[in-house]
């Protein structure tokens, strides 16, 4: 399993974005599915993104679709996850976490299908 440090997490104001950081330490993504997932006080882990070493492919759970956005920088072993519109409703612990093997499509946004987990990084949303 690659070893993840999530960063960029914040307090915001509703409405506005915030782009969170997911960066390898020690290897590149290369051979890795990357998923961001997140979880909020008192409920279970939840999935949000996924997505292949190059970015080419990427899936979003239904409850993601529209403001949230994976992206990959492979040469800064970076996967970013980009949240537009902020509500109250996101705040919650942002987790990153690695698969080693490559989908061709439809990686898993599932956070059981993942099994190494980092500290995350606290977003909080709140006028």
């Known amino acids: 399993q690659l070893q993840l440090v999530e960063s960029g997490g914040d307090l915001v104001q509703p409405g506005g974005s915030l782009r969170l950081s997911c960066t390898a330490t020690?290897?590149?993504?290369?051979?890795?599915?990357v998923g961001w997932f997140r979880q909020a006080p008192g409920k279970e882990r939840e999935g949000i993104a996924c997505?292949?070493?190059?970015?080419?492919?990427?899936e979003y759970a239904d409850s993601a679709k529209g403001r949230f956005v994976i992206s990959t920088d492979n040469a800064k072993r970076t996967v970013y996850l980009q949240i537009l519109s902020l509500k109250p409703e996101d705040t919650a612990i942002y987790f990153c976490?690695?698969?080693?093997?490559?989908?061709?499509?439809?990686?898993?946004?599932?956070?059981?299908?993942?099994?190494?987990w980092g500290q995350g990084t606290q977003v909080t949303v709140s006028p």
């Open positions: 020690e290897f590149t993504l290369d051979g890795y599915t």
């Open positions: 997505t292949s070493p190059n970015g080419d492919n990427t």
């Open positions: 976490s690695s698969l080693p093997l490559v989908y061709i499509q439809h990686c898993p946004t599932q956070a059981r299908e993942y099994q190494t």
